[in-house]
């Protein structure tokens, strides 16, 4: 992206919280993307404000620290390990990489991820091998987990709830997100 001109990095998507309080459809626009190496990488305030300010009414946004972590966050445990450690409210794989990206070509970067599992709400055990690693879902590795586990049903409905909000909101927000106005 950026060889073919990029003026802007965006990190657009999905986000464990790990803030109490924060609820499963919540927009995160990081004002900052904090690593485990303590590095942290400042998003763009004035891109991120155009974009706040022209969203939708009542879309719930939490302006704060979002971690990037180089694993699936599973457990509530492990996600309050991550509030405390960092004072990050919530969590991803994918924009560490790139804000890195956005520090090295010195171009503006936005972050805006939507929570589907709040803090509290931990992803069963065999969530792993019903997702590939590119977060795609495996039909196969979840109809297995669930043969072994049949219990893992209701906390996949649950994340199934949260992956509805959390994908109205996203819908809600990409006309804003894509208007050219709103872009550096």
């Keep these: 992206m950026v060889a073919q001109g990029a003026a802007g990095l965006l990190s657009w998507g999905l986000a464990g919280g790990i803030e109490p309080g924060i609820t499963s459809g919540t927009l995160i626009a990081a004002d900052q993307v904090m690593l485990a190496s303590s590095t942290a990488y400042r998003t763009d305030r004035a891109w991120r404000q155009r974009v706040l300010s022209a969203l939708p009414p009542r879309v719930a946004v939490v302006e704060a620290p979002l971690f990037a ?3 699936i966050v599973a457990t509530a445990a492990d996600k309050a390990s991550l509030l405390h450690r960092y004072a990050a409210v919530a969590v ?9 990206a956005a520090s090295r070509y010195g171009l503006p970067l936005l972050v805006l991820r939507v929570v589907v599992d709040p803090v509290d709400m931990a992803l069963p055990p065999a969530f792993a091998d019903a997702v590939d690693s590119g977060g795609a879902l495996r039909p196969f590795g979840l109809i297995n ?3 072994r586990q049949p219990a893992m049903l209701w906390p996949l409905l649950q994340l199934a709830y949260g992956a509805r909000a959390a994908g109205s909101t996203l819908r809600r927000i990409a006309p804003v997100v894509m208007d050219s106005r709103t872009w550096p």
Excluded: C, K, N, P
């Design 69 to 71: 972590s180089e694993g």
């Design 92 to 100: 991803d794989m994918e924009s560490g990489g790139i804000a890195r």
């Design 145 to 147: 987990g669930l043969m």
